[in-house]
């Protein structure tokens, strides 16, 4: 493959890309930590079976595609295409969702793909649906153009959005089949815009803990008993002051901090200049709400470095209307904190639990249980024949030199495969940007930027090809 054929591509992407992802929207496949009962509804299985049909519709050469299947966990598809040249490259994507909370515009179904134009929307187009059509059309791509190619591992999991508790055992259980690849490319990830190819250098792990407080047997009249039984929210918020502070966000505990290198800070600074204010217009704030951070250069280290945290759910608190003179007798909550890249996930988490459970307030019981902690993630350098193959497909999809940045989310696979291969090149890329909404209402997907993530894909299996034969020349 002498250039990146993009008219191809967009013409493939159109026909059966938009085809796969209309078929996938509609599935309900959430992530097990929202669906408990994921295995009766099937919905996991289906995302995989038709993951499986397309790329069995577009007649890959000597395509085999395995189910791997662990009792207790969520399923995991592994699809190998064998080469045309040496070498072994593992890409990665997930086909799990995150429940689709509104609403959306237009009154939209989320489980419904929508089209306007180049922007295409619905729950896990972006997150991660479109990674199976990107991998499907840039290995047919290359075999279309005979280009020689290595042997592709494409490993799409079930668990991502629950902290892919269920990774680890997949990797262990198919280690012969996986080996040692030469290349890894994570599908999950992205940058500042949708205007160029980003690569990922770095990203936040995630804790997630549930803390319930509980002072009642049951409700009380909060006329009798206010001022002499303990409140549950004002509990709750003395734990949560144990965490962080609420005057700036800070956190309070030691063990969930993480330094920010000289080098993320220039290499912030530098991003502004380029893009200029990344988050400026990226998100829908009401009038008068100004953004965190001194500057945008801050805004961007804050984002992929800093720890943070977040009340994400809460249940036992009635609606307003619903809402009586009764004080409740417990309350739940859901946090997350996204940790700098080099905190120790583990290390942090036990000492979350440790910080929330001790001398709960006023006696009240205090339980914390948590999810499977997500460790975060800092990128080795690239070698030269990669960076070089980004920057030609960037220029040839884009017209524009690719970016590095520092991501704020969690893809614990990275971590994963960091540890197993030491000195193999990673590469997280992807059509992400922060004005995608993934996890959120409107979530979408650009059409150029997938078209562009495959040329990109593309162009590292057929860099990885031909640097693998000069190696063995």
Known sequence: MSAIDLVSLRRAFEEHGVAFLQRFVALRSLSPAFDPTWERHGELERALELAADAFSAREIPR?????????????ALIVTVPGTSPGTALLYGHLDKQPAQGPWHDDTDPFQLVREGDLLFGRGVVDDGYSVPVVVEAIRALADDATPRPTVIALFE????????????????????????????????????????????????????????AVLDHGVHSGEAGGVVPETFRILRALVDRIEDASDGSIRIPELQAPVPPAAREAARRLVGIVGDPFAAAYP??????????????????????????????????????????????????????????????????????????????????????????????????????????????????????????????????????????????????????TSNAHGPDEHLVLTQAVGVTGAVAAMLAALAAEREGRSA
């Open 63 to 75: 395509l085999a595609i395995t189910v791997s299947r662990i009792p207790g966990r969520s399923p």
């Open 158 to 213: 079930a668990s991502e959005e629950s902290g892919s508790p269920d990774l680890e055992a997949h990797l262990d259980a198919n280690a012969a089949q996986l080996g040692v690849p030469d290349l890894v490319v994570c599908l999950d990830a992205g940058g500042l815009d949708t205007r160029r190819l980003w690569r990922t250098t770095s990203l936040r792990g995630n804790l997630v803990v549930t803390v319930s407080v």
């Open 285 to 434: 704030l009401l009038p008068g709400v100004r953004l965190e951070g001194e500057d945008p250069a801050d805004r961007l280290v804050r984002q992929s470095w800093a720890t943070t945290l977040a009340l994400t759910g809460m249940d036992g608190v009635p609606s307003v209307p619903e809402g009586g003179n009764v004080l409740r007798p417990s309350l739940t909550a859901k946090l997350s904190l996204r940790l700098g890249p080099t905190v120790e996930a583990e290390r942090a988490l036990q000492r979350l639990i440790e910080v929330l459970s001790a001398d709960p307030p006023l006696g009240a019981q205090v339980r914390v249980t948590a999810e499977a902690p997500a460790q975060g993630w800092v990128s080795a350098p690239l070698p030269d024949w990669l960076e070089t193959a980004l920057e030609e497909a960037s220029q040839a999809a884009f017209g524009a030199a690719p970016l590095e940045v520092g991501v704020g989310g969690s893809i614990p696979f990275l971590a994963s495969l960091s540890r197993r291969f030491p000195t193999t090149p990673i590469v997280a890329t992807g059509a992400l940007a922060p």
